[in-house]
Structure formats: structure tokens, C-alpha cells
């Protein structure tokens, strides 16, 4: 079945160690996302990727690194820079183009505890 | 500038009883609006989506939705609530002027009593 894989569901990282949550589709969409949830703030924008090898910040980039080799990946790694990375991690992709209409199909989601 | 304000943080019905879930959108360019439906430590599913097609838009589960330009609103609705319902519901939009990015409101949550 095509869907978005993220891997993995749980992860618990001490304070200063860098971790990588995988993101994988096999929708064939252009565009991948990065997302964060926080209890009542909805969902923030980290990165997303139009195309292979190009991907942009979105509103909370700060502490976060991504990469885009494949079309089919998009990897979110959570540095020791970022100061509060607790949170619920969601990656989304969608068909690209100049339209607007393409709404995005989610992962699963990674949650992240830093301890 | 995109945005969407979802009035309500937390909506209590009974079972049996209507669904009314309420947002607002602003946004410089023609709009697409979404609803999705997150359950708890889950990925958001869509629930339902609006592109200047029919402005009375249907979704699966009984839910549908109507785009009101006047009154910049796209505010969800289901005549009979379910204890299946209840979950976290999230009102999005995405103008034509940033096709790539969409902006999500905070989030409704959904609570359905006996």
C-alpha cells in the first residue's frame, strides 16, 4: 500500500546527543514536510523539500537539519542545538506543483523525549 | 499573509446530537481549505478538502463543510455525533501566493458523552 513510513515511533535521547527520525514515501509526491505538535500550538513547520536535493526553513528551522537524496526521503535530524526538542514529530508529503489544492498525507509520527 | 483561527479549543456534544467545529481564514489569494482528524498519538487523516469547485464540500464519515467567502469562514459539521468523533480536529489553509506551505489552525478537540 503507498503511505508515508516514519520510523522510529518512540525515542528517547539524553540532553546533547543528536538524533534522526526517518521519513519515507512511496507516493511518489514532489514535496515532503517536517512538522512539530505541541499541546495547543497546532502544527509548526520545521523544514520541507520541493524537489530532490533543494528544501527550504519553514517557522521553527532552529536546532533542526534535514536532507533530500531521494525522492523518496526525507530525513529530520534533531541537533544538540535545539533547546526544547520534546515533542510529537510529523512528516507529510504532497503532489507539487504551482497549484495549491494537494492536500498532505501524513506519517504515523515520531515522538521524541529527551531525558 | 496566510492564517485560520479555530474559535473553539475544546467542544463537548452528545452522542446522537450535531457537530459544529468553527474556523476562520484569512488569506490574500484563492484559498484551499482543509479539515483534518488527528486520535491521540496519531498521523492526521483528511477528513474533507474545498478548491473552488462546489462550495458545499462532503467528507467521509457524514462530515461536510461550507466555504463562506463572505464571511471567510469554513466551519465543519456532522448532523449526528459518533463516540468515534472524538478526537483532535485541525482547520488548514493554502493560498495560491505560498503553494507550498499551509498553515494549520490550533486545533478543536472533540469530546463525545453518552
Known amino acids: 500500500d503507498g503511505g508515508i513510513t516514519q520510523s522510529p515511533k518512540y525515542l528517547f535521547r539524553k540532553e546533547g546527543q543528536n538524533v534522526t527520525l526517518s521519513c519515507e514515501q512511496n507516493?511518489?509526491?514532489?514535496?515532503m514536510y517536517w512538522y512539530r505538535q505541541d499541546p495547543g500550538q497546532g502544527l509548526r513547520l520545521i523544514y520541507y523539500?520541493?524537489?530532490?536535493?533543494?528544501?527550504q526553513k519553514g517557522d521553527i528551522a532552529e536546532g533542526y537539519s534535514v536532507s533530500r537524496e531521494k525522492k523518496e526521503s526525507f530525513p529530520l535530524t534533531v541537533t544538540s542545538a535545539q533547546k526544547n526538542p520534546t515533542a510529537f514529530y510529523l512528516c507529510?508529503?504532497?503532489?507539487?506543483?504551482?497549484?495549491?489544492?494537494?492536500?498532505?498525507?501524513f506519517g504515523e509520527g515520531s515522538r521524541l523525549t529527551v531525558l | 499573509a496566510q492564517s485560520v483561527t479555530q474559535l473553539d479549543s475544546h467542544v463537548s456534544v452528545s452522542e446522537g446530537t450535531p457537530v459544529l467545529l468553527r474556523c476562520n481564514y484569512s488569506?490574500?489569494?484563492?484559498?484551499?481549505l482543509f479539515w483534518y482528524v488527528q486520535h491521540p498519538n496519531k498521523g492526521l487523516q483528511l477528513l474533507l478538502k474545498?478548491?473552488?469547485?462546489?462550495?458545499l464540500v462532503k467528507g467521509i464519515n457524514g462530515f461536510e463543510a461550507e466555504f463562506k467567502k463572505s464571511e471567510t469562514s469554513f466551519h465543519l459539521t456532522k448532523p449526528s455525533a459518533h463516540m468515534s468523533d472524538a478526537a483532535e480536529y485541525f482547520c488548514?489553509?493554502?493560498?495560491?501566493?505560498?503553494?507550498?506551505?499551509?498553515?494549520f489552525g490550533t486545533g478543536t478537540r472533540l469530546q463525545v458523552t453518552l
Open positions: 488548514v489553509v493554502s493560498d495560491s501566493g505560498t503553494a507550498s506551505k499551509l498553515t
Open positions: 474545498y478548491t473552488s469547485a462546489a462550495t
Open positions: 507516493l511518489n509526491h514532489d514535496a
Open positions: 488569506s490574500s489569494y484563492s484559498p484551499s
Open positions: 523539500s520541493q524537489i530532490v536535493n533543494d528544501f
Open positions: 507529510a508529503s504532497r503532489t507539487q506543483g504551482a497549484s495549491n489544492t494537494g492536500e498532505l498525507f
